[in-house]
């Protein structure tokens, strides 16, 4: 009888489990989502000078209401990361949902609303971070909180890691990994920042996985010589002699190299080009051996970057008055060399380019290795899988950033580390990213926390 009774009790828990998993009040947790959102906004965490604590303490109160275990490391006054994590089965490797709590900052009097009020009009969410990665953390946090309430079943832990100060010197996540790397660098995958959906009308044209990252590597040209006036013409001058190297510099074109990630990036997108380029694109292996076709490539700011080690000439200077021929003469070039270049190779392949020993040529910033996640994995998969449903129109392809993420931190884990959000915003909404007016529609805030939790949901099962 006292067995017969467990056993009805048994199966009416496993019934309301299983009620519980399959049934999730969307709306409310939409309605939620944008709720929290416009508090997010609201919190003012401009760097310089950040002020992420607040933002942690934020993402604490709702932790603890929700019964997740977290804790805030506060690395120097006001800088804070937080870490949360819901527990799986440990039959696979962690996933980590990874996310900056810092913005640029803001010129209020150039924005139609407050960006730090979380205004909405129009359907439209304004704020600093609304695109630039709140909404990204946002999301991450929405799906901790469907997984704890409704008990979805995990295969792996999930981990929640939002990091102080990556507009400027990615202090919080440097300092992560060289203090507590052993709460997470075990994880299999992560998911951050840096994907490229492109939006065309309302039809979702791309949705680019930042796989692969290209660094900086910025370096700054010095030639001395023999000072004068400028009346009498010194042929070898500090200033000629620069100027010479970098009339070399800015002729020459970087080899073409062609990764994985980038060949099948030109493949995807070959539908979406003109009939002429069509065949191009889909074979981009071959067409990259026609003079021509490259040529016409390079042109192309938005291709030209994929397939080669870029040089810009960005800073000069020399002398301080036009009379003068100066002792010293300098110039910066921003380098951005492609995963898995060797930066001293480069830069004795550029000095045998310059052909003037008397210049010498020194790296000006922290060069962090550049690299890249495989394109094969489960991951990419179910993020193919899940954008199709929602969005059948769209590619899914394989987009490698010209600029910089956190990834390039993780990746030096072994974790696969993609750049991938559930957003999709036209190229005017593009604009407010570091500019006036950021801002996100409350579409979607709403389908993105949809999105974003299925992918998860998926991947820990
Ligand atoms: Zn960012």
Redesign the pocket.
């Known amino acids: 009888m006292l067995n017969k009774k467990l056993l009805v009790i048994v199966l009416l828990l496993l019934a309301s489990t299983a009620h519980a998993q399959t049934r999730i009040d969307w709306p409310r947790y939409q309605d939620s989502a944008v709720d929290l959102m416009q508090k997010y906004l609201r919190i003012n965490t401009s760097n310089p000078p950040g002020n992420e604590i607040e933002a942690a303490k934020w993402f604490k109160a709702i932790f603890d209401q929700n019964g997740i275990q977290n804790e805030i490391f506060e690395y120097a006054p006001g800088r804070a990361n937080i870490i949360a994590r819901i527990k799986g089965n440990g039959s696979k490797r962690p996933i980590i949902l990874l996310s ?1 709590t810092d913005v640029v900052t803001a010129d209020a009097s150039a924005w139609e609303a407050d960006p730090f009020s979380g205004e909405i009009r129009q359907g439209t969410i304004f704020g600093r971070g609304a695109i ?2 709140k909404s990204v953390g946002l999301v991450q946090l929405m799906t901790m909180l469907i997984v704890k309430q409704q008990n979805i079943p995990l295969s792996r832990d999930l981990i929640f890691l939002a990091t102080a100060d ?2 400027v010197h990615d202090e919080g996540s440097i300092w992560m990994i060289a203090n507590k790397a052993e709460l997470f660098k075990d994880a299999e995958y992560l998911i951050t ?1 840096g994907g490229d959906n492109l939006l065309e009308g309302s039809a979702v044209r791309y949705v680019g996985v930042d796989v692969a990252e290209k660094a900086p590597f910025w370096l700054q040209l010095t030639a001395t010589g023999q000072p004068g006036h400028g009346s009498r013409p010194i042929a070898d001058s500090a200033t000629n002699r620069l100027v010479r190297a970098m009339n070399r510099i800015i002729n020459w074109d970087t080899p073409i190299k062609l990764l994985p990630a980038v060949e099948k990036f030109f493949k995807d997108v070959a539908p979406l080009q003109s009939e002429s380029m069509r065949p191009k694109f889909a074979n981009i292996r071959e067409s990259l051996n026609d003079a021509a076709f490259v040529r016409e490539l390079s042109g192309q700011r938005e291709y030209n970057f994929l397939v080669r080690n870029t040089i810009s000439l960005t800073m000069l200077s020399g002398s301080k008055q036009t009379n003068v021929i100066p002792t010293v003469a300098t110039c910066n070039l921003d380098v951005r060399l492609l995963p898995g270049e060797k930066p001293e190779e480069f830069l004795a392949t550029l000095k045998t380019v310059i052909a003037d020993p008397t210049i010498k040529v020194e790296n000006v910033n922290t060069f962090k290795p550049p690299n890249s996640s495989p394109l094969d994995t489960e991951l990419f998969t179910i993020i193919s899988q899940v954008t199709k449903v929602n969005h059948p129109e769209a590619i899914v392809t394989t987009k490698m950033l010209s600029g910089y ?1 956190e990834a390039q931190l993780y990746r030096q884990l072994g974790v696969v580390a993609y750049g991938w959000a559930p957003f999709y915003t036209t190229i005017e909404e593009n604009q407010g990213v570091h500019g006036n007016n950021e801002r996100i529609s409350v579409k979607n805030i709403r389908e993105g926390t949809r999105e974003f939790f299925e992918v998860v949901r998926q991947i820990s099962q």
Request: zero cysteines; proline letters at 0%; a negative charge.
């Open positions: 900056h630039d990665m990556e507009e920042e993420t």
